[in-house]
């Protein structure tokens, strides 16, 4: 089982959207619509954005949306704002009731 | 509203076992719906899935982690435990418990994690 791989760092400017990529095998991205996002303020714990690929759960705004093509998994946020910089994780089921990380990517809005 | 809570001690020597508590309130543990489950985060670095645990005592463990981890639960105090034996100072992280969605695969609610830290 190793890690998802993911981009180290993405940025962009205020308004502007971004996309981190999350690619993994097809024992677990691939194989799986069990795709979910995380976003993690410095200190903070990790807050569920997306699940099931492209689900956002209540209260999470629709700037953020998820999809999947193949092995490889993406977040795309739209309308950046000074409070999405952050680090994000997408995780996958890897099949045998496990779970599986990426390996993070810090967004920097500039 | 749901909360989980770690609580354990933040030091821990080499070589003996971490032990950690998750305390769920808000919410029932018994739950058919949710596993219930640890996640670790070493400083500085990404986050690591440990293991999950049903309220019937059913474990799904990290492979790479399965031969020291023991996830145990206690219905009656709505807490579930982790236990990590053998530890080096690479088990220094950020321990979290989370309430783990069955249906989707989602790691829903998150306590705020606690720090240990392996040192003699």
Known sequence: QSALTQPRSVSGSPGQSVTISCTGTSSDVGGYNYVSWYQQHPGKAPKLMIYDVSKRPSGVPDRFSGSKSGNTASLTISGLQAEDEADYYCCSYAGNYTLVFGGGTKLTVL | ?120
Do not use: M
């Open chain 2, 1 to 120: 509203q749901l909360q989980l809570q770690e609580s354990g001690p933040g030091l821990v020597k080499p070589s003996e076992t971490l032990s950690l508590t998750c305390t769920v309130s808000g919410g029932s543990i018994s739950s058919s719906s949710y596993y219930w489950g640890w996640i670790r985060q070493p400083p500085g670095k990404g986050l690591e899935w440990i293991g999950s645990i049903y309220y019937s005592g059913s474990t799904y463990y990290n492979p790479s982690l399965k031969s020291r981890v023991t996830i145990s639960v206690d219905t009656s105090k709505n807490q579930f435990s982790l236990k990590l034996s053998s530890v080096t100072a690479a088990d220094t992280a950020v321990y979290y418990c989370a309430r783990h969605d069955i249906q989707l695969e989602r790691l829903d609610h998150w306590g705020q994690g606690t720090l240990v830290t392996v040192s003699s």
